[in-house]
């Protein structure tokens, strides 16, 4: 599978190779068995990026430095969270995926690994117990995807498989992994679709999404629809949604700030309704019209979604991997409304930055609260807290990085 990511500070990432360090958090004591916020993190410097995993008690007062506190990780990094281990998942040439805890003393620990032949695309809690991890392959490697169960207590590979892709891409393209969810004996997965030399996207006028049985992942139909164009967009994982009633949601960005090259059709939200397998002919939620072009997106609970959306009126070639100009609002799949989110006594174009690029959304939800970093143009970082209800963002601590990969709640 080919890797890319679209800023700088992201393109940059993979390219330093450190080994692990563990020291005094940055800002707390080690509390054995108190709730902690955990980050991944990047720091870019003469080119090259190392990235860390730190621990803090606070994230709406000070600062979080990684200097000279966390744990140091070797490569490029996205993160994604099983019970109370946060998986830190390699990419390029580090095909480690690290398992993080919190010890016995309250330091951030290294507790166990799983090994891949590369890197895995993805990394997603299925069960108590159990973590699911993919690889695609390149152009050049066949049309076999892989799949890992990782036990999330040992971090160890329990099984693997290898199943076809879904037949839809002959001649060059390139399949590219965008979501995927676990319902009940069936795994949906979502992909967009690139050239060979990943200079076009094509397939923009369908939203496919492969069934798969589950768990010994046997491919069984494509499902399309062309009301949108594919789910997610490249490297953002977040192109499927399952809510508590079952109901499986697919997110369509059309959005050239996120990789595509051409759009045909409006972005906008398709479902897929508990028990079923074929997209909801009954359901369109068509966001163009009301918000824009979604860049990311990020379940809250009942029937709610943190997203970042583009406000590009137009959006030209020269914004393609930009990831820009976003802005943050909550969405209620449910009424199909969008709320804008906006700071105390300010204005949402206040709060209008760029995205991480083809990276893991680091968003945290807590109860009522999402906890969402943003960057400004004077490269500082900050962590806001959104209010769900009121959609009222604060600003809180300062990280000190070049940009946040990961935001994390383990005890």
């Given at each position: 599978m080919f890797n890319r990511s679209f800023l700088s500070v992201s393109l940059a990432v993979g390219i330093a190779v450190a080994t692990f360090s563990c020291s005094k958090t940055n800002s707390s004591d080690p509390a054995p068995g108190a709730t902690s916020y955990v980050l991944g993190v990047g720091i870019t410097s003469n080119g090259s990026t190392t990235n860390y995993v730190v621990k803090a008690k606070d994230l709406m007062s000070g600062t979080i430095s990684p200097v000279g506190s966390?744990?140091?990780?070797?490569?490029?990094?996205?993160?994604?969270?099983?019970?109370?281990?946060?998986?830190?998942?390699?990419?390029?040439?580090?095909?480690?995926?690290?398992?993080?805890?919190?010890?016995?003393?309250?330091?951030?620990?290294?507790?166990?690994?799983?090994?891949?032949?590369?890197?895995?695309?993805d990394i997603q809690q299925v069960d108590n117990s159990q973590m699911l991890a993919m690889e695609y392959p390149s152009q050049t490697e066949g049309n076999?995807?892989?799949?890992?169960?990782?036990?999330?207590?040992?971090?160890?590979?329990?099984?693997?498989?290898?199943?076809?892709?879904?037949?839809?891409?002959?001649?060059?393209?390139?399949?590219?992994?965008?979501g995927m969810v676990v319902r009940d004996?069936?795994?949906?997965?979502?992909?967009?679709?690139?050239?060979?030399?990943?200079?076009?996207?094509?397939?923009?006028d369908t939203n496919y999404v492969a069934v798969y049985s589950y768990p010994d992942i046997k491919f069984e139909k494509l499902i399309t629809d062309t009301r949108t164009g594919p789910s997610g967009a490249f490297g953002?994982?977040?192109?499927?949604?399952?809510?508590?009633?079952?109901?499986?949601?697919?997110?369509?960005?059309?959005?050239?700030?996120?990789?595509?090259?051409?759009?045909?059709?409006?972005?906008?939200?398709?479902?897929?309704?508990?028990?079923?397998?074929?997209?909801?002919?009954?359901?369109?939620?068509?966001?163009?019209?009301?918000?824009?072009?979604?860049?990311?997106?990020?379940y809250i609970g009942n029937g709610l979604v943190f997203a970042t959306i583009s406000t590009l009126k137009t959006?030209?070639?020269?914004?393609?991997?930009?990831?820009?100009?976003?802005?943050?609002?909550?969405?209620?799949?449910?009424?199909?409304?969008?709320?804008?989110?906006?700071?105390?006594?300010g204005t949402v174009e206040s709060l209008i930055h760029n995205g991480?690029?083809?990276?893991?959304?680091?968003?945290?939800?807590?109860?009522?609260k999402v906890y969402y970093p943003i960057t400004g143009t004077d490269g500082a970082t900050f962590v806001y807290q959104i209010d769900v209800p009121t959609a009222m963002a604060k600003k809180g601590a300062e990280v000190r990085a070049t940009f946040v990969g990961g935001i994390f709640k383990v005890q």
């Amino acid at each position: 599978m080919f890797n890319r990511s679209f800023l700088s500070v992201s393109l940059a990432v993979g390219i330093a190779v450190a080994t692990f360090s563990c020291s005094k958090t940055n800002s707390s004591d080690p509390a054995p068995g108190a709730t902690s916020y955990v980050l991944g993190v990047g720091i870019t410097s003469n080119g090259s990026t190392t990235n860390y995993v730190v621990k803090a008690k606070d994230l709406m007062s000070g600062t979080i430095s990684p200097v000279g506190s966390g744990l140091t990780l070797a490569g490029y990094r996205d993160y994604s969270q099983g019970n109370n281990t946060v998986f830190a998942i390699g990419g390029f040439e580090e095909a480690n995926v690290d398992g993080v805890t919190q010890d016995a003393s309250g330091q951030l620990t290294v507790s166990g690994k799983a090994t891949f032949d590369r890197a895995a695309d993805d990394i997603q809690q299925v069960d108590n117990s159990q973590m699911l991890a993919m690889e695609y392959p390149s152009q050049t490697e066949g049309n076999n995807a892989r799949w890992y169960f990782v036990d999330i207590n040992s971090k160890s590979i329990t099984k693997n498989l290898s199943t076809p892709l879904a037949p839809l891409v002959v001649g060059g393209e390139n399949p590219t992994y965008s979501g995927m969810v676990v319902r009940d004996n069936k795994l949906f997965v979502s992909h967009v679709y690139f050239s060979s030399d990943f200079a076009t996207s094509n397939n923009v006028d369908t939203n496919y999404v492969a069934v798969y049985s589950y768990p010994d992942i046997k491919f069984e139909k494509l499902i399309t629809d062309t009301r949108t164009g594919p789910s997610g967009a490249f490297g953002t994982r977040s192109g499927l949604i399952k809510t508590e009633t079952g109901d499986i949601y697919a997110m369509s960005s059309s959005n050239v700030s996120n990789g595509f090259s051409k759009a045909t059709k409006p972005g906008g939200f398709l479902r897929i309704k508990n028990g079923e397998t074929t997209f909801d002919p009954s359901y369109f939620f068509n966001t163009d019209n009301l918000g824009g072009k979604i860049a990311h997106v990020k379940y809250i609970g009942n029937g709610l979604v943190f997203a970042t959306i583009s406000t590009l009126k137009t959006q030209t070639a020269a914004d393609r991997w930009g990831d820009k100009s976003l802005k943050m609002a909550i969405i209620d799949l449910n009424n199909q409304k969008i709320t804008d989110v906006k700071p105390e006594g300010g204005t949402v174009e206040s709060l209008i930055h760029n995205g991480n690029g083809a990276r893991s959304f680091p968003v945290l939800v807590d109860g009522t609260k999402v906890y969402y970093p943003i960057t400004g143009t004077d490269g500082a970082t900050f962590v806001y807290q959104i209010d769900v209800p009121t959609a009222m963002a604060k600003k809180g601590a300062e990280v000190r990085a070049t940009f946040v990969g990961g935001i994390f709640k383990v005890q």
